[in-house]
Antibody, heavy 119, light 107 residues
């Protein structure tokens, strides 16, 4: 079955760019859409955006100016870049498989990776 | 932006009891775009319901979803010990948003 694994630095300095990668195993990335979601400590979920294997994207308007999601089909990976980070970007970051079309939902999730923004 | 408001914030119940969780949208949502997730401490969310009323693969039939328009409900018919968790609703309008969550705790 499809599994997702997030990877990247756990500590990022303020004003720098957060970079994470999600590796898809057990299936091809070229079939579904793929999302990033985050959860600040003790708080709820916030959708960041999704990408299709073609490279088309859809972003949360509140983050759009700072977010770039990209895909590397040769590596079965997709990535998140969030620029100009502040302490408010400290969160657990999840990647997920996104169903898009008649339904919209995320049915496979990675375990999440904690990113702390601090100097 | 469509805002989802979940109530109550916390639900205190005993195993075996029925849980009814509400998700209200600030404007009408397509039922096809309404999903529910369960999250336990330290774990990623798990999909329970999609399309407002369709159980995801492997989800027990004690979980059911209903509703339309602006009012949606997740019902757990008889709470099992493993059901005590936080539940989130999610919708897709112009973009995807989540409700603030309902915590179901052991009374």
């Amino acid at each position: 079955q499809v599994q997702l694994q997030e990877s990247g630095p756990g500590l990022v300095k303020p004003s720098e760019t957060l970079s994470l990668t999600c590796t898809v195993s057990g299936g091809s990335i070229s079939t579904y859409y793929w999302s990033w979601i985050r959860q600040p400590p003790g708080r709820g979920l916030e959708w960041i955006g999704y990408i299709y294997h073609s490279g088309s994207t859809n972003y949360n308007p509140s983050l759009k100016s700072r977010v770039t999601i990209s895909v590397d089909t040769s590596k079965n990976q997709f990535s998140l870049k969030l620029s100009s980070v502040t302490a408010a970007d400290t969160a657990v970051y999840y990647c997920a498989r996104q169903v898009v079309g008649f339904y919209y939902y995320m049915d496979v999730w990675g375990k999440g990776t904690t990113v702390t923004v601090s100097s | 932006e469509i805002v989802l408001t979940q109530s109550p914030g916390t639900l205190s119940l005993s195993p075996g009891e029925r849980a009814t969780l509400s998700c209200r949208a600030s404007q009408s949502v397509s039922s096809s775009y309404l999903a529910w997730y369960q999250q336990k401490p330290g774990q990623a969310p798990r999909l329970l319901i999609y399309g407002a009323s369709n159980r995801a693969t492997g989800i027990p039939d004690r979980f059911s979803g209903s509703g339309s328009g602006t009012d949606f409900t997740l019902t757990i018919s008889r709470l099992e010990p493993e059901d005590f968790a936080v539940y989130y609703c999610q919708q897709y309008g112009d973009f995807l948003t989540f409700g603030g969550g309902t915590r179901v705790e052991i009374k």
